[in-house]
């Protein structure tokens, strides 16, 4: 796995990976706009991601009626640097069908103990926490 970052110019970065994707990133500087998310709020992106990633692959996987799911993640830094993070919350609301809560806790519970190597790296510095929601669209 590789990627690239590139300065464009005052705090903009351009980021590639080996498959060709970019994305832009970096921070306000000297009154000019944000033009993208901080590297500190792609790693909580990535972190979604990767736990999300497992929990529908694992409710497929289990022939679950998963219709949709959300990963809202709010994290808490350190006050002094490097400013790690201490808390990661991971809220999913999964919607589907006739969808079993318990087989939806036991996906994000896998997600999170097995699966997921961006939440473990994560839980090095972090408290990793997560709470599950399941919408019933049949309703």
């Not at 990963?71 to 079993?100: M, N």
């Not at 097995?114 to 994560?122: E, F, N, P």
């Amino acid at each position: 796995m590789k990627a690239r970052v590139k300065w464009v110019e005052a705090r903009c970065f351009t980021g590639e990976v080996e498959a060709g994707h970019r994305i832009v990133l970096g921070n306000a500087y000297e009154g000019s706009p944000k033009p993208g998310p901080s590297p500190m709020e792609l790693l909580l992106i990535g972190t979604g991601g990767c736990a999300a990633y497992d929990v529908v692959h694992i409710l497929q996987k289990g022939r679950e009626p998963v219709e949709d799911v959300t990963c809202d993640v709010t994290a808490e830094r350190a006050e002094t640097e490097p400013k790690v993070f201490t808390r990661i919350h991971l809220h999913f609301t999964v919607k589907g069908k006739g969808l079993s809560l318990a087989k939806v806790e036991r996906a994000v519970q896998l997600s999170a103990e097995k699966y997921c190597s961006a939440s473990a790296m994560m839980a090095a510095t972090a408290e990793v926490t997560h709470d599950v929601e399941v919408v019933d669209t049949g309703v």
